[in-house]
């Protein structure tokens, strides 16, 4: 699956190092690999955007070296792929030895895993599932503040599935932990890979059903109910926090207006 790029190939260059991507003058670049000097490096091609094809290398170019969150103002889609490459680049960087015996290991040929030469094992990119949760309250919807990014934000709830947990559980066990809310009529809405550094955020949307909010001061720094035409300052579009708060003040408009 890794070959070697030639001066003739073309297309969009993940070029990652230690989660971070190349980024010249701020976007992902787009070009025959000459241009950009990337001719002679190893490469994998993971998939395609607007016709060309999208290629990962491992290689730090030391300056204009960013974020894969920066991508997405670039376009959704387009950083969804890049994400892609990120997640694999780091995939391979940690995966250099084997878990069980600790020889060393090699990339398969047919799929993205990496092969243990001494005891066979075979292991791929771990995702880690999320739930993602709007929830809304006649007029309003609870949108709190995260410890973890301390930008100003006001977002809905989110946390990681545990092991053996469902997705259901996952919900009901995050806001009450985080806010002292219980929840009713869960449905599922959407997903989006969330390279940061590799999560699935699975998207839901619910109603309040009983409690007051109680916040978890190691999650939130402040949660409350906002009325749906009266909303503090929201995450960027592209994000899927962004489209369940839109598809929840278009829930609210249609009831309400
Ligand atoms: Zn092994």
């Known amino acids: 699956m890794h070959r070697i790029i030639e001066s003739s190939d073309h297309g969009w260059w993940i070029v990652s190092h230690e989660q971070k991507l190349w980024l010249p003058g701020g976007e992902l670049p787009l070009g025959n690999a000459g241009n950009f000097d990337l001719v002679g490096q ?11 094809p999208v290629w990962m290398i491992r ?18 889609g387009l950083f969804q792929l890049a994400g892609r490459g990120v997640q694999l680049a780091e995939f391979y960087r940690s995966h250099k030895f084997c878990g069980y015996c600790g020889h060393t290991m090699h990339p398969s040929k047919t799929e993205w895993a990496m092969l243990c030469d001494h ?17 809304r309250r006649d007029d309003k919807i609870l949108l709190a ?8 934000i006001y977002t809905v709830l ?15 066990r995050e806001v009450m932990e985080e806010s002292g809310i219980k929840v009713k009529n869960l449905r599922y809405i959407t997903s989006q890979p969330w390279p940061f550094p590799q999560s699935l955020m ?8 009983s409690g007051e909010i109680v916040i978890d001061p190691k999650e939130l720094i402040d949660a409350g109910w906002y009325r749906y035409d ?9 994000t899927v926090a962004r489209r369940l708060i839109e598809d929840t003040v278009a829930q609210c408009r249609a009831d309400y207006e």
């Open 202 to 209: 699975t998207a839901f949307m619910a109603e309040y059903d």
């Open 42 to 52: 190893s490469a994998l091609r993971i998939g395609e955007w607007e016709g060309e």
């Open 145 to 152: 503040q995260h410890t973890r990014h301390r930008n100003g």
């Open 59 to 76: 290689q730090n170019r030391r300056q204009e070296m960013g974020t894969v969150r920066q991508v997405i103002e670039q376009d959704p």
């Open 119 to 135: 005891c066979r094992e075979r292991y791929y990119p771990q995702i880690a599932p999320c739930i993602i949760v709007a929830i």
């Open 158 to 172: 989110a946390g990681f599935v545990e092991v053996g947990e469902t997705l259901e559980q996952a919900v009901a």
């Open 230 to 238: 009266d909303l503090p300052l929201l995450p960027p579009p592209g």
